[in-house]
């Protein structure tokens, strides 16, 4: 194997690896978002638990106060009942007091009712917020994950930047560009072998002429389909 190709190897190998720690970096703001949305999708359920929970205590206090207007109200028909002398008078109020009467049971029918979806209620709300807490923990310690990786890739990704000037050295200026641009172009496969007569990059036969080329170890061949470079494997 010639030398160049050799080197050109060793830095391939090591811009991958380079490339999939950037990769993963790129997708942590991603799984951050994924995150955020599973908590803020507990957030909501509970909150409308919550806010069921706080329409029917609002509701109850309302029919408590409707039923005692009502009976306020039976108590002044029932004065003026015994105020008046004509009849008329008293069997319009009496009917006004038994119309009354009726709205009273009508809206403790409705407060059972509520009683009754306050109680059905307990056990959902009671299931959310410990969903939300179990849920809230999950993504904290996947948060702290997150973090921990992030710190690590980043240190990862100066270790390989730094050392990758080293990597370069005794490749011709030419080369190394022609290197960066197809691995740049060819995410980021830049040499591939050619084997019984294909090459592993793009899969297309190449000449038999291509095959002795690269036999010949004479210079750096590329792939007349794709460009890349080409090598045999040892």
């Given at each position: 194997m010639l030398p160049s190709v050799e080197k050109l190897l060793i830095l391939q190998d090591r811009d991958q690896k380079l490339r999939a720690v950037l990769t993963e970096l790129a997708a942590l703001p991603g799984e951050k978002a994924a995150r955020d949305r599973e908590l803020k999708a507990a957030?909501?359920?509970?909150?409308?638990?919550?806010?069921?929970?706080?329409?029917?205590?609002?509701?109850?206090?309302?029919l408590e106060v409707d039923v005692k207007a009502k009976q306020d109200q039976i108590s002044r028909y029932k004065n003026q009942q015994l105020e008046t002398r004509k009849n008329e008078e008293f069997s319009a109020l009496r009917h006004e007091?038994?119309?009354?009467?009726?709205?009273?049971?009508?809206?403790?029918?409705?407060?059972?009712?509520?009683?009754?979806?306050?109680?059905?209620?307990?056990?959902?709300?009671?299931?959310?917020?410990?969903?939300?807490?179990?849920?809230?923990?999950?993504?904290e310690t996947h948060m702290a994950s997150l973090i921990s990786r992030k710190e690590n890739l980043e240190t990862r990704q100066k270790e390989l930047e730094s050392e990758r000037p080293t990597f370069t050295e005794g490749i011709e200026e030419d080369l190394l560009d022609r290197y960066n641009r197809l691995f740049k172009s060819k995410n980021g496969i830049a040499l591939v072998t050619v084997e019984h007569g294909v090459c592993a990059g793009c899969n297309m036969q190449v000449t038999h002429q291509t095959i002795l080329e690269v036999r010949g170890?004479?210079?750096?061949?590329?792939?007349?389909q794709c460009g890349r470079i080409l090598y045999e494997p040892q």
């Open positions: 957030d909501v359920r509970l909150e409308a638990a919550r806010e069921r929970q706080k329409e029917i205590e609002i509701e109850r206090k309302k007091i038994e119309m009354a009467e009726k709205s009273i049971v009508e809206i403790e029918d409705r407060e059972l009712l509520l009683m009754e979806d306050a109680e059905s209620l307990k056990p959902s709300l009671q299931a959310a917020q410990e969903a939300h807490i179990a849920e809230k923990r999950k993504v170890e004479k210079g750096i061949i590329g792939c007349p």
